[in-house]
């Protein structure tokens, strides 16, 4: 689990106007969210964990080295600044979280013989298909 309290003191929140529902409050107020977490300078992760938190971040890695998340949902800034925040946390925890090894399976015999079986019947019905001269 990631602490919050202690990620919340890592981020810088930038905030803009933004477009969409309001009228002509939308004008005025600076609702839209940009939430920067640097990667690099975080003391909450490890080197190995920041190394797999860049490698897997993508899109949403700006600069090379810090995360960059946009929110403008909601009309209410402080709002999206919770979303934005919630965001950030799934993602890192997604990061994070290592994906069970992949163990191979055979195929049954039986399954191999019932596709054979089904191939066959298919080119035996296109073969009667064809025009006999």
Do not use: W
């Not at 009309?75 to 799934?90: D, G, M, T, V």
């Amino acid at each position: 689990m990631i602490d919050g309290k202690r990620l919340l003191k890592e981020i810088i929140f930038n905030t803009s106007r933004a477009s969409g529902k309001g009228g002509q409050h939308v004008n005025k107020v600076s609702t839209k969210v940009e939430l920067i977490f640097n990667i690099e300078a975080s003391a909450l992760f490890s080197e190995e964990e920041k190394q797999l938190i860049l490698s897997k971040s993508g899109k949403y890695l700006k600069d090379g080295i810090s995360i960059h998340l946009f929110c403008s949902e909601s009309r209410s800034q402080l709002h999206n600044k919770k979303i934005a925040f919630e965001k950030l946390i799934k993602l890192l925890e997604k990061y994070l979280k290592h994906a069970k090894e992949r163990i191979p399976t055979e195929i049954p015999d039986e399954e191999n013989e019932k596709r054979l079986a089904e191939k066959k019947h298919k080119a035996e019905k296109k073969q009667n298909r064809q025009r006999v001269e």
